[in-house]
């Protein structure tokens, strides 16, 4: 999951310190989740999927598909 955050942000040529900006945390915690040195929180991990347009599985690792489904599923 660490590789995958830290490829994201690079992907995008962000730094940790606008990361964290974004999600309103120090700049030393972003890093602590992107080392794996803290967990990251569900509230974090849906605020990251929905910045980057990826599925949390994708964060995960639970899948290497990393665009999310945006089709709605009818009631």
């Known amino acids: 999951m660490y590789k995958r955050i830290r490829g994201l942000r ?3 040529d962000l730094t940790q310190q606008q990361m964290a900006d974004y999600l309103h ?3 030393t915690t972003y890093s602590r989740y992107e080392s794996g040195n803290l967990d990251v929180p569900s509230s ?6 929905d910045f980057h347009d990826v599925s ?3 964060i995960l690792g639970q899948t290497d598909i990393a665009k999310r489904n945006h ?4 009631k």
């Open 10 to 12: 690079e992907d995008r």
């Open 25 to 27: 945390i120090s700049q």
């Open 44 to 49: 974090v991990l849906i605020k990251l999927a």
């Open 56 to 58: 949390i599985d994708y």
């Open 71 to 74: 089709s709605k599923k009818e």
